[in-house]
């Protein structure tokens, strides 16, 4: 090791944070800190950031992580708590003024709400009362507020996407310690972002070549976007131990009890946000009714790392190396294709390489799967033809980055028509009724076509093959001439439909269909890995 990256191993050590991204230590984040009435504290990775919203009056606080960057992340948390009662620490030896001092967070093996009764965690059992995962405080406000309540929390992103800078994704009360106030739009109540929503990071009074920002970072304007939706709440690595094997990666939680680490239980893909580690903070009723003053404050501390062998191993050589952490991270990194032969179910879910991937089910002589991610946005160009549109090319170009053995598996289709039509086209066939015949847009395979990935046409998100509605409760009552992407007349033929998967649509509707959205791709897999050439 080289004695720059000791200095900086040393820094870390100083400062009991760490975070690393893109190499060994290629960028980090020494010094990340948020402070409320309570001394909270967030520190993120150089393409990722923490997340503390947090709200004096109503005790809300919410922890979770965002990766803003473009490469998958292995994320931890780890919690340290530290209560004085006038002036003096409940724990010995703990010292306001030394966060190295402070207690680390280890939860019952059995009952992540209560403390393990043989470390020093004990001590805040009758103090504090945390509540974990997305636990729905706050749901009638947020119903009020026409949120969906359905899916994750909706939440603003940062706006500070310099991997080099220190500050949080502070908002309400909360504090970052370098800036001394908020760093984030909102006040930090349950619930504050809506659905829909956005937020200009700019006095929209100001001329636009004169705009500073509010907040720290870009002074444009942002969507509200929604955290994963948590498949269960933060369990501890003791009950993780008896999950099925299949549900040993995926969107939750596992705190390792030995250790206070709390995991992301998959690698957290780019514009992707965790679910709520902490969802609320409140103070017992015992602290409260002590006589004097007191201090309580909780340390968040967070290692972020890319997912490389050189990365997993230092990330482990700061602590925490336990046998069952190993065993979830190295299973994040695991090849799990499913054979679709009842392997798995339509509407279910597989890892490969840490990545999580959608199974639609059988559709055009194969079987249709598409990543739970978007790839990012494009457009048509300057054509309404798919084979030349640029969207195919960012298709093809997700393609070539998949894993080999995913690649293995993946069908040559054919695409039928791959005619956009416009706004106006599109309003007159429903207006007029009129039909186009939809087994001209289904995508199948075809041994003369392209093994590739592609975009879905709307006849493949609504049909299986053409013959039956997707998730029908009832049929909708919608003309079969849907085509595949299409250009609208509000921007010419640069506008581009996109495909997202919601869990709030209609009954009938797997998919939501935006303009302008991110790009989802599909990938036609075969039944079985021996079927493939």
């Given at each position: ?326 065993d979830l991270v190295n299973r994040m990194g695991e090849t799990n294709i499913p054979n ?43 054509t309404t033809d798919y084979m030349s549109s640029n969207v195919r090319q960012t298709a ?138």
């Amino acid at each position: 090791m080289t004695p720059e990256k000791k200095r900086k191993l040393r820094n870390i050590a100083l400062l009991a944070l760490l975070g690393l991204i893109g190499g060994t230590f290629a960028f980090q984040s020494f010094n990340q800190q948020a402070i409320n009435d309570r001394e909270g504290q967030n520190n993120e990775g150089a393409a990722g950031r923490i997340h503390d919203y947090y709200n004096r009056e109503t005790e809300n606080k919410d922890v979770f992580v965002e990766n803003y960057g473009d490469e998958p992340l292995l994320v931890r948390i780890q919690l340290k708590e530290f209560l004085s009662k006038n002036g003096e620490s409940i724990v010995i030896d703990a010292e306001r003024e030394n966060l190295e001092s402070w207690t680390v967070w280890q939860p019952s093996a059995r009952d992540i709400h209560r403390r393990n009764e043989d470390s020093p965690s004990h001590a805040f059992e009758s103090y504090t009362d945390w509540t974990f995962g997305f636990s729905g405080e706050g749901v009638h406000e947020m119903s009020a507020r026409n949120m969906a309540i359905s899916g994750g929390a909706p939440y603003m992103p940062t706006f500070n996407h310099d991997r080099g800078d220190e500050r949080t994704a502070a908002a309400g009360d909360a504090l970052d310690y370098v800036e001394g106030g908020a760093t984030h739009p909102g006040d930090g109540t349950e619930g504050y972002w809506r659905q829909h929503a956005t937020f200009k990071n700019y006095d929209p009074e100001e001329a636009e070549e004169d705009r500073s920002p509010l907040f720290p970072g870009r002074a444009v304007e942002q969507d509200v976007q929604h955290t994963l939706l948590q498949e269960r709440p933060p369990i501890t690595m003791a009950v993780w131990e008896g999950l099925d094997e299949h549900e040993k990666i995926g969107r939750y939680w596992v705190v390792d009890e030995e250790t206070g680490w709390a995991y992301w239980a998959s690698y957290l893909q780019h514009g992707q946000a965790t679910s709520y580690l902490i969802d609320q903070a409140d103070m017992a009723d015992a602290i409260k009714a002590t006589p004097g003053s007191w201090f309580y404050a909780i340390l968040v501390q967070g290692n972020m790392v890319s997912p490389t062998e050189d990365n997993i191993n230092t990330f482990f050589e700061q602590g925490g190396d336990t046998a069952r952490a190993r065993d979830l991270v190295n299973r994040m990194g695991e090849t799990n294709i499913p054979n679709f032969n009842g392997d798995i179910q339509p509407d279910e879910s597989f890892f490969v390489e840490g990545v999580e991937y959608g199974y639609i089910g059988p559709h055009g002589g194969g079987h249709l799967v598409v990543p739970m991610q978007s790839i990012g946005r494009s457009n048509f160009g300057e054509t309404t033809d798919y084979m030349s549109s640029n969207v195919r090319q960012t298709a093809n170009a997700y393609y070539n980055s998949l894993p080999a053995q995913l690649q293995r598996r993946v069908l040559p289709v054919s695409y039928g028509s791959g005619r956009g039509i416009d706004e106006e086209e599109l309003e007159h066939q429903l207006n007029s009724g009129d039909a186009l015949d939809i087994e001209d847009y289904i995508t199948r395979v075809d041994e003369r076509g392209e093994r590739t990935a592609f975009i879905l046409s709307i006849v493949d998100i609504l049909f299986y093959d053409g013959k039956r509605h997707r998730n029908t409760a009832e049929p909708p009552s919608l003309p079969d001439f849907w085509t595949r992407t299409t250009a609208g007349k509000d921007f010419g033929i640069t506008q581009v439909y996109g495909w997202s998967v919601i869990s709030d649509a209609p009954q009938w509707r797997k998919w939501e269909i935006n303009e302008i959205r991110d790009v989802l791709p599909a990938l036609m897999l075969s039944q079985i890995g021996e079927m493939q050439k």
